[in-house]
C-alpha cells in the first residue's frame, strides 16, 4: 500500500513539473501527465457567484473550426485583464498549439506557424493561491489557464492551456481564468492529434498537423475590444507550461 501511495504522489509531482514554459528554464518532461479522477464533464462546475461577470471570446482556427471560451474576471481579474489585452493587440493571430499531451492539455500562445518563438515582454501577476492569492477555478475538463515558467510565480505572460482531464492537483499552482463553453470536440481533436518524432529543438508532444490559430475575438463583456496596435515582441518571456 505505502508504495502504491509513493507512486501516485511521484506521478502527481512530475504532472506539476511538466508545467513549465517550454524554453524556460525548465525543460519540459516527455510523460504523458495523469488525470486525479477519471470523471470528466462537457460543462465543469463552476462556483455560480464567479460567473455573474463573464467574458466571452472565440478562439477561430485556421481550419475555420471554433472554440467558444468564457472567461471569469472576478476570478482572476488581472488574468483575464492580460488575456483581454493580448487578444485586442492581435498577438494570437497566427500562433499556433504547439503542445498536445493526451489526456492532460493542450497549449498555444507561444510559436508562430513556423515555431518561432513569440512573447511580450509583459508578465502578470499569478492569481493561484501558492502565490498568496485566492482564485476558485479548478482544473477540471475544459478550464483554460495561463501557463508559466516553474521559476517564477509571476512569470505568466502569453501562453495558456486548455485541460482535457480533471487535473485537480494544478489547483493553487497555475491561473485558471474560464472555461470552454463550445467546442470541445476541436479541443479533443487537437489533443488527440498524432505527435512529431522529431519535434522541433526544446519543445516536446508538438502535433504533426498545424493548428493555427486565425484569431482570438472577446465578442462580449468588454469595452474598447476595437485596440488593433501590434505588441511588443519579447525574447525574454519565452513559452510558458
Do not use: W
Request: hydrophobic share 35%.
Amino acid at each position: 500500500m505505502k508504495t502504491v501511495k509513493t507512486a501516485i504522489v511521484i506521478a502527481a509531482l512530475t504532472a506539476v513539473t511538466a508545467l513549465a514554459s517550454c524554453g524556460s528554464d525548465s525543460e519540459p518532461k516527455e510523460t504523458q501527465m495523469p488525470s486525479e479522477s477519471p470523471e470528466t464533464s462537457e460543462k465543469p462546475t463552476i462556483d455560480p457567484s464567479i460567473t455573474e461577470n463573464t467574458i466571452d471570446a472565440v478562439i477561430t482556427l485556421t481550419s475555420g473550426e471554433e472554440i467558444d471560451l468564457e472567461l471569469y474576471p472576478d476570478a482572476a481579474p488581472e488574468t483575464v485583464a492580460n488575456f483581454v489585452k493580448n487578444v485586442q493587440e492581435g498577438f494570437y493571430s497566427g500562433t499556433i498549439f504547439h503542445r498536445a499531451e493526451k489526456g492532460f492539455v493542450i497549449q498555444a500562445g507561444g510559436y508562430d506557424a513556423q515555431f518561432k518563438p513569440k512573447s511580450v515582454s509583459e508578465t502578470v501577476e499569478g492569481e493561484f493561491e501558492e502565490n498568496g492569492i485566492e482564485n476558485d477555478i479548478s482544473h477540471v475538463r475544459g478550464v483554460i489557464s495561463m501557463a508559466r515558467p516553474l521559476s517564477s510565480m509571476d512569470g505568466a505572460s502569453t501562453q495558456f492551456f486548455i485541460v482535457l482531464e480533471d487535473s485537480t492537483y494544478l489547483d493553487g499552482q497555475y491561473a485558471a481564468f474560464g472555461r470552454v463553453t463550445g467546442g470541445m470536440d476541436v479541443v479533443d481533436e487537437i489533443g488527440n492529434a498524432d505527435l512529431m518524432e522529431d519535434p522541433p529543438a526544446g519543445l516536446t508532444n508538438v502535433p504533426e498537423e498545424t493548428f493555427e490559430i486565425e484569431s482570438i475575438t472577446i465578442v462580449s463583456g468588454d469595452e474598447d475590444t476595437n485596440s488593433t496596435a501590434e505588441p511588443e515582441s519579447s525574447e525574454e518571456n519565452k513559452g510558458e507550461i
